[in-house]
């Protein structure tokens, strides 16, 4: 019998116990064992939930128990989990986590402490929900050197952005019903400034890369300044505006951003909508793949949670190697990268002209402006042409 610890019976802790049960007789052949769950950490009783009996308040029930194998950590935030995380591995106990932020901040030491215990720290589910891309990273594209990662990684904007697009609604109007549905919390910000998207891609490319990649240092920018009006340029380009996190290394220089991009229809990304998620690879080998599905919810996070415990007890005393180094990757100034972008101004065709040099006119039939697409330029030298006019009513990325 495998003892494992849940810590958190929020959505997802709930879930993870959902999954345990609905799936216990397959879970425990792949496991090779009985996983039994012994222990649920939460502040709160449940009077009346089957889980009742198992809940505890204080975590050192939990660390002083020598029989628990796994600990499962879906409490979110990065304090107390962090501590909480630490001592079980220092005290030889695996850990699987749906923590994105934990993850982001101190995957590299955690990871570390479970090398040295020949134990193991895994977070298949703090990018992506459901969709397995962190064991096909650190394992099936181990032949590849990949050279890019981009993402959808955010179901709530892209939720936002499809419904923007679907019925030309403002950003306002479907984040409120992003709300009332449940796909957006009443604080939003995480995700429409592209916070949450930003921890997922610095995980994504410290394991890319092999190095540590701090969020602090990724470009971040959100959805909230997207509008209408800008979805119906999108259209008339036959494009769609998707909130990117990416990182791409461009001759031996690793560049990392998230932002609103325009994609076109040839781009693996284009077709995603709604709450789903997907994320875009290449390797210098194998080319192109793409991993597609939910990317947050209840099941499909606690889903991915269940499969590393089953991983962890399938190799209880065996260390899964994890090619992340708390060597710090430097990541190059995006001012020196380069793309077009589509802008929109107040004044006309000589007005973009003079400030933007050669520009593609896109006319959709909005009075008092222009929308436009540049030529390939740096992100120096946008920003230069930004500071020196009052007159640009906003500007998105490219994405061929």
């Known amino acids: 019998m495998i003892n494992v610890a849940l810590l ?31 222990y649920v950490l939460d502040l709160r009783d449940f009077p009346g939930d089957p889980i009742q009996e198992k809940i505890v308040h204080d975590y050192e029930v939990i660390a002083n128990d020598d029989s628990i194998d796994i600990v499962i950590e879906v409490m979110g935030g990065v304090e107390p989990a962090y501590t909480f995380v630490k001592r079980a591995l220092e005290s030889g106990k695996s850990v699987c986590t749906s923590n994105k ?19 193991n720290f895994l977070f298949e589910a703090s ?8 064991r096909p990273l650190n394992s099936s594209l181990t032949a590849d050197e990949i050279d890019e990662i981009t993402g ?51 995980i994504l490319s410290s394991l890319a890369f092999g190095q540590q990649v701090d969020y602090e240092d990724i470009y971040t920018e959100g959805i909230t300044k997207i509008t209408a009006e800008d979805i119906k340029y999108a259209k008339a380009m036959g494009r769609s505006i998707k909130l990117l996190a990416s990182s791409k290394k461009v001759d031996g220089k690793v560049y990392a951003m998230v932002a ?38 209840k099941l499909p996070t606690a889903s991915a949670v269940v499969a590393d415990a089953v991983d962890a007890a399938k190799h209880l005393h065996q260390n899964i190697i994890t090619f992340w180094s708390s060597e710090k990757l430097a990541l190059s100034d995006i001012s020196t990268s380069k793309k ?7 004044g006309d065709l000589a ?30 030298d946008f920003a230069k042409v930004a500071e020196s006019t009052q007159c640009i009513v906003n500007r998105i990325r490219m994405e061929d």
């Open 340 to 346: 077009r972008f589509f802008v929109r101004i107040n």
């Open 127 to 134: 990018v992506g929900g459901g969709i397995p891309i962190i």
């Open 101 to 119: 932020e934990l993850v982001a901040k101190h995957g590299a030491e955690l990871l570390k402490i479970a090398k040295e215990k020949n134990i």
């Open 260 to 297: 609103p991009g325009m994609v076109s229809t040839m781009h693996p990304l284009y077709s995603v909508s709604n709450v789903f998620n997907a994320i875009f690879a290449h390797g210098n080998v194998l080319g192109d793949v793409m991993f597609y599905g939910s990317g947050a919810g």
């Open 8 to 38: 958190g019976y929020g959505t997802v802790g709930s879930g993870v116990v959902e999954v345990l049960n609905t799936n216990q007789e397959s879970i425990n052949k792949k496991a090779g064992d009985e996983i039994n769950l012994k």
């Open 351 to 380: 007005k973009a002209k003079a400030l933007f040099g050669n520009v593609t006119v896109v006319d959709v039939g909005i009075q008092g402006e222009v929308g436009f697409v540049t030529e390939v330029m740096s992100e120096a």
């Open 152 to 202: 959808i990684l955010n179901g709530t904007t892209n939720y936002i952005l499809s419904k923007m697009a679907d019925e030309g609604l403002d950003f306002d109007t479907v984040l409120k019903d992003a709300q009332d549905k449940g796909y957006a919390e009443r604080n939003p910000e995480a995700d429409v400034e592209g916070y949450d998207a930003c921890r997922k891609i610095a």
